[in-house]
């Protein structure tokens, strides 16, 4: 047997073991029936028992799901029979419990909050470029690897030799691109993302600037992780995941990362062995900021979850992970 199928076998041997289907999608389009489309939507998520988030906003839609397979399959099947979303691709992982504990369905302005008027991804944005392909590109020295995700997900894991402009939220970018970056000095940029959306939203900025050669990996890191060998992959950490899993590994399973309930950082091994930090109330990022009131807060609700437990049911504030705060 290969080394191929032997990980093949096992990832279905996996798949098996984690009955959750974790569903990650988006796509730029004039959707304009968008305000139209969440009764419907949302009504067929609680059918199926599905949790998450979709935002739907005239320049499209943008989703993480979590479900039964047949609930995933289900809400794939009614958003491609609408008009402009027949080919709608999307990311799979598993997992053996529910990420999520709410459905949410929400009408935005932006399904990727960048803040410039005229930017439109579905009429302009970068080249995409297949996972197969992206380590040859990003291994060019001419090439600029741009890591368009905000500092805290870049710290958790990232690609080797990549850029991150140090930003604490996707708005920030403009200013980073604006102050930094230059058409006639950097003539290739390689940019990525978690899933794709906001370095496809990124890249349509970018063009609108006068930039050249803007890529952006297609389907983000997560499907890179899918469909690139561990002994090939030019990835360095975990991967910073907006769900209760908090990173995922590059076999996507739930890393070693948690997530501090106070400030909602990813916590690593070594953060939580500071002495700032206290299981459900503070981590070394928020424990100067924190008033008395907000501690005392978060006791009590430590307090609380540690009450349901006793009772036998999981409180809807209680960490998704072992030691997270």
């Known amino acids: 047997m290969t080394e191929k199928m032997m990980r093949l076998n096992q990832e279905t041997a996996g798949k098996r073991h984690k009955p959750i289907v974790v569903a990650a999608m988006y796509k730029f389009l004039s959707l304009d029936n968008y305000k139209a489309l969440r009764s419907p939507l949302l009504t067929l998520c609680r059918e199926q028992d599905l949790k998450g988030t979709i935002l739907l906003a005239r320049e499209g839609i943008n989703g993480t799901v979590a479900g039964s397979r047949a609930g995933i399959d289900a809400l794939l099947a009614y958003l491609r029979s609408e008009p402009g979303l027949a080919d709608l691709k999307h990311q799979e992982s598993y997992h053996s419990a529910p990420p999520f504990y709410r459905m949410k369905l929400r009408l935005k302005q932006e399904i990727v909050s960048l803040g410039v008027p005229g930017v439109c991804p579905a009429r302009m944005s970068g080249t995409k470029v297949d996972p197969a392909a992206w380590n040859a590109l990003v291994q060019d020295p001419a090439v600029m690897v741009l890591d368009v995700r905000n500092q805290y997900e870049h710290e ?170």
């Open 156 to 325: 958790v894991g990232t690609f080797k030799n990549a850029i991150s402009p140090q930003t604490a939220r996707f708005r920030e970018f403009p200013g980073y691109v604006r102050k930094n970056l230059h058409p006639d000095k950097h003539k290739k940029i390689a940019m990525f993302c978690t899933g794709g959306i906001r370095c496809e939203k990124a890249s349509s900025y970018m063009l609108q600037q006068g930039f050249d050669e803007v890529y952006q990996l297609d389907g983000g890191i997560l499907k890179y992780l899918e469909q690139v060998g561990e002994d090939e992959s030019l990835w360095r950490g975990e991967c910073f995941v907006f769900d209760g899993r908090v990173a995922v590994n590059e076999r996507l399973e739930p890393g070693e990362h948690v997530q501090c309930f106070a400030c909602r950082r990813p916590l690593s091994r070594a953060a939580l062995s500071s002495e700032k930090y206290r299981q459900g109330i503070s981590c070394p990022y928020c424990y100067e900021g924190l008033t008395e009131q907000r501690r005392q807060a978060l006791a009590e609700r430590g307090r609380q979850v540690e009450l349901a437990a006793q009772r036998g049911y999981r409180h809807i504030g209680a960490p998704s992970k072992a030691g997270q705060a």
